[in-house]
């Protein structure tokens, strides 16, 4: 898996690259599979809406074999390291849910901000990722991204502890207006299995779903080793402390464990 | 303006009818720059958001000339016309704003259960008319339809006086669900101008819109004229008692306006 010239390209420009169907669908309905059955648990890093629907589960990779492979699968972790030229640790890993009617909005924003103030993050050498296991359309509430906004840096923000039930660092109309008037606003939309990769610093948001429609996404940060927080206030399963870089699995792990007998659980 | 035979029949069978581009840009941008002047101005037929940002705007056919002349135009009246057979009177005019960053949902609904159980509607013979002043896209929070599903008849609602700020008859999630199984989801999209006509008892909803990218369409209901309203309840700025059939204006009457000479208002 080696991201080509052109792709390495447009990434450094516009911020943003995506990669459709670089999952399998039977890969991503075993994994959708495990994130109903996880949404389902009553743990505390399930956090919900208002409503009480799941927004999102932290940390599911630590507790979770098959969102523990997908951590590690080479797919997805060799072209970060190709793209930052060093190797990676997991700093966030979260399955966002933007549940069916009632998926709420995650307002403007950029993520390095937050890891910056919250966590000590030194540089924005850290990459997110959103993998898709649902079909994202454009009427289930996509992630919107504005392209090229990450050569803003970072931009002045708000903590929003008001909008939903999620505390983010939001920012104003004005910044957004300037930037979307420059780059645009792209919604990349596909099958499931698609991995969406973007800049600590690309702005982007996402609107509510109200369709029977879910849209659940693995949403996950790989920071650079050489990067690590230094001064991390979140609890560990928001933004972990173990910055052991990830060593990749074999290509086909998760197809093999969707295949494997499960053992009875009751 | 007549609708070809292979129109009206799918009108019939979808529920819904798509006419891009109908009124011209020049058009178009007068009637936006009217629009906002009317919600600007401080009126009860304005209603806002929680937010304090517009909503909608009621009757502005009957204060503001650019949207008397758009409420008798022919491009709109006239295919109206052919698929009722008979005149027809307008019972509802809205411009409905969707403002840029906090417009806020329409939850799933029917429109002629409201207009039965608040206005005595007899049947459901009235035709509701999205023409849009701003470009609609996918991400600004297009109107949502559930073609085919007109043919549910009048479902059972419960009035949701919470989500929003306008009170609405909406339909429950099985409900919905039941129907976009069947009938998909589809949300027309495209430049200023185009005319978007569906059935009463059409399901229809929209997200929110958190783009900078305003998304005011007008939002009018035509009536056939023996189909007039029978016991209203709501305020006649919501649903007009005067059921004079339409005489339609000249098809260059709304860019003569246009291009007229404005006499100064300071």
Redesign the interface.
Known sequence: MKLTPEQVEFFHREGWLFLPELFSQEEVDFLAREAVAIYDADRPEVWREKSGAPRTAFAAHLYNEAFGVLGAHPRMIDPIEQLFGEKVYMHQFKINAKA??TGD?W??HQDYGTWKRDDGMPEPRAMNIAIFLDEVM??N??L?LVPQSQTAGDLKASHDLETTSYPLWTLD?ET??RL??QGG?V?PTGKPGGMLMFHGNLVH????????YPRKIVYLTLNAVSNYIRTPTRPDYIAHRDFTPIQTVADDALLRLARAPRQAAE
Chains 1, 2 share one sequence.
């Open positions: 069916a009617f909005v307002q403007w454009p009427i509430g996509p919107m109309e957004v207006t979307v008037k606003i919604a948001g996402s609107s509510g779903n109200i369709t029977p």
